[in-house]
């Protein structure tokens, strides 16, 4: 089975960081987003990928050759003008024999998910979750058999609280390609892109069955606030790991905290993720993300994001205040 990963987008609603680091290698508890993604297909028996690239797209395959040559099968295909999500898996039709089935996986969500009965399932599948804000996704609609009854990519007015989570199985492989040709000649767009979402619609329309496949836990990883979260779950979930002991300093687990940093008369954590040789000084860090080389000194970050080669400096302050005192800093 072919799984094929999208991580052509330019990351828009993570500005600054995307400028220059491509959304998918954001580091995020010990290694970039993308590398957690990557690990668990491998881990769950995937070892031939598809890989979609187009901004900064050498840095996201220098990474990949760097990091998983000779375990797994790798093909990569620009995607250039990157005109949405159908388009995308369009270029990797001559890749995709059409009597095998494919699993597409995007490069920028979490998911929580039984992987055999992924794996094993004979049917055609849509991942979905339940939102409270569904107009801000593609929303399924299904029957009470949890077969796939039309697709809506965004709606103004959802019909739906089940957003597709960015997980497909397709068993009918040609007929997810002849699906897509058909909304690209007939140039059917959403929100001025040509979705996956309207392609499977097409799909359904014509006949074809799929499925809901309901997923317990599902983040898609695309502002601030949901990077931050999926950076407290992987590290809830990862190992615990030993570490030194930093001179006059708390470090309060769980933390990613690589040897080659440096941390003195601080308090680090919970949920803190540090790149490589970060230095921190007189400072209290929680849930944040802080990138390689960056240098933190007498600063209170809380529910922060700070990129690579930074520095940060606070100001230090001594009081003398007497009783019945309030005072906001």
Not at 124 to 130: F, Q, W
Not at 142 to 161: F, G, H, Q, T, Y
Not at 225 to 240: F, I
């Amino acid at each position: 089975m072919q799984v094929i990963l999208p991580v052509a987008g330019a990351g828009l609603h993570l500005r600054p960081h995307t400028y220059t680091h491509p959304k998918p290698l954001i580091p995020i508890a010990g290694k970039p987003l993308l590398g957690h993604i990557v690990d668990e297909l491998i881990q769950a028996g995937f070892q031939r990928f598809i890989f979609i690239l187009g901004y900064l797209s050498e840095k996201i395959r220098h990474f990949l050759l760097s990091t998983y040559e000779g375990q797994i099968e790798m093909h990569f295909v620009h995607q250039e003008p990157r005109l949405g999500l159908a388009h995308a898996i369009s270029l990797a039709e001559p890749l995709c024999p059409p009597e095998e089935p494919l699993l597409i996986r995007l490069g920028d969500t979490l998911v929580q998910v039984d992987w055999q009965a992924v794996r094993t399932s004979t049917r055609s599948l849509v991942g979905v979750a339940r939102v409270e804000r569904p107009s801000e996704f593609g929303i399924a609609e299904v029957d009470e058999a949890s077969r796939i009854l039309r697709l809506a990519e965004k709606p103004l007015i959802p019909r739906s609280n089940l957003a597709l989570v960015g997980l497909y199985l397709i068993r009918e492989t040609q007929a997810l390609f002849h699906a897509i040709r058909y909304i690209l000649d007939q140039h059917i767009t959403s929100h001025g892109e040509y979705q996956l979402t309207d392609a499977l619609d097409h799909m359904v329309k014509q006949g074809t069955p799929i499925y809901a496949l309901s997923v317990p836990y599902w983040l898609d990883c695309e502002k601030k606030e949901t990077l931050l979260e999926a950076n407290r779950v992987l590290l809830e979930q990862g190992p615990t790991l030993s570490l030194p002991e930093y001179p006059h300093s708390v470090i309060i687990p769980p933390v990613y905290i690589p040897p080659s940093c440096k941390i003195y008369r601080s308090i680090v954590g919970p949920y803190v993720s540090l790149g490589e040789g970060v230095e921190i000084q007189h400072s209290v860090i929680q849930d944040s993300l802080i990138g390689d080389r960056s240098r933190v000194y007498q600063m209170l970050l809380r529910g922060s994001v700070i990129g690579g080669d930074a520095s940060l400096t606070g100001r230090e302050s001594s009081l003398n205040l007497g009783e019945n005192t309030v005072i906001e800093l």
